[in-house]
C-alpha cells in the first residue's frame, strides 16, 4: 500500500530544497562537503542550578539525511564539526552544538528523510 504522508513529506522535502534553500560547507576536520540546506532555528530554554530560565537560540541548518557524506560515508552530525555560510561576500562559521546535554542534531520529519542541525555562530 502506497504511504501517501510519506509520498507527501518527500514531496514537500524537494520543494523546499529547490526553492528555499542555500549553498553550506559542512566540515569534519579535514573533510567538507557542500550541502544545499534550509535555514531555521530553535530555542532552547535552559533552567541553571540558581532556578534561572535562560533562553539559547540555535541557527539550524535541515539538509537531505542522504546529502551528508564525508569521505564516502554517511554521516550523522556530531559536537564540534563545523558549517560556512557565506551570506554576500562575508563567510560565517557556525559550530555543530547545543546547550547542556541537548542533542546537537534531529531528524526534522517522521521518515528521516532531513536531519535538523543546531549551531552556534562561532566566527
Same mark, same amino acid.
Do not use: C
Given at each position: 500500500?502506497?504511504?501517501?504522508?510519506?509520498?507527501?513529506?518527500?514531496?514537500?522535502?524537494?520543494?523546499?530544497?529547490?526553492?528555499?534553500?542555500?549553498?553550506?560547507?559542512?566540515?569534519?576536520?579535514?573533510?567538507?562537503?557542500?550541502?544545499?540546506?534550509?535555514?531555521?532555528?530553535?530555542?532552547?530554554?535552559?533552567?541553571?542550578?540558581?532556578?534561572? #530560565?535562560?533562553?539559547? *537560540?540555535?541557527?539550524?541548518?535541515?539538509?537531505? !539525511? +542522504? $546529502?551528508?557524506?564525508?569521505?564516502?560515508?554517511?554521516?550523522?552530525?556530531?559536537?564540534?564539526?563545523?558549517?560556512?555560510?557565506?551570506?554576500?561576500?562575508?563567510?560565517?562559521?557556525?559550530? #555543530?552544538?547545543?546547550? *547542556?546535554?541537548?542533542?546537537?542534531?534531529?531528524? !526534522? +520529519? $517522521?521518515?528521516?528523510?532531513?536531519?535538523?542541525?543546531?549551531?552556534?555562530?562561532?566566527?
Amino acid at each position: 500500500m502506497v504511504d501517501l504522508i510519506q509520498n507527501g513529506i518527500q514531496w514537500l522535502a524537494g520543494r523546499l530544497h529547490d526553492r528555499a534553500s542555500r549553498t553550506v560547507e559542512y566540515h569534519r576536520g579535514q573533510d567538507a562537503v557542500s550541502l544545499q540546506a534550509i535555514i531555521g532555528r530553535t530555542v532552547f530554554e535552559i533552567v541553571d542550578s540558581s532556578g534561572i #530560565v535562560e533562553r539559547y *537560540e540555535s541557527r539550524d541548518f535541515i539538509v537531505p !539525511a +542522504d $546529502a551528508l557524506v564525508l569521505a564516502g560515508e554517511q554521516i550523522v552530525p556530531r559536537r564540534g564539526d563545523w558549517i560556512v555560510e557565506t551570506i554576500g561576500v562575508a563567510p560565517l562559521t557556525y559550530e #555543530v552544538m547545543a546547550p *547542556e546535554n541537548e542533542p546537537v542534531w534531529a531528524y !526534522a +520529519d $517522521a521518515y528521516h528523510q532531513m536531519i535538523r542541525i543546531h549551531t552556534k555562530q562561532i566566527g
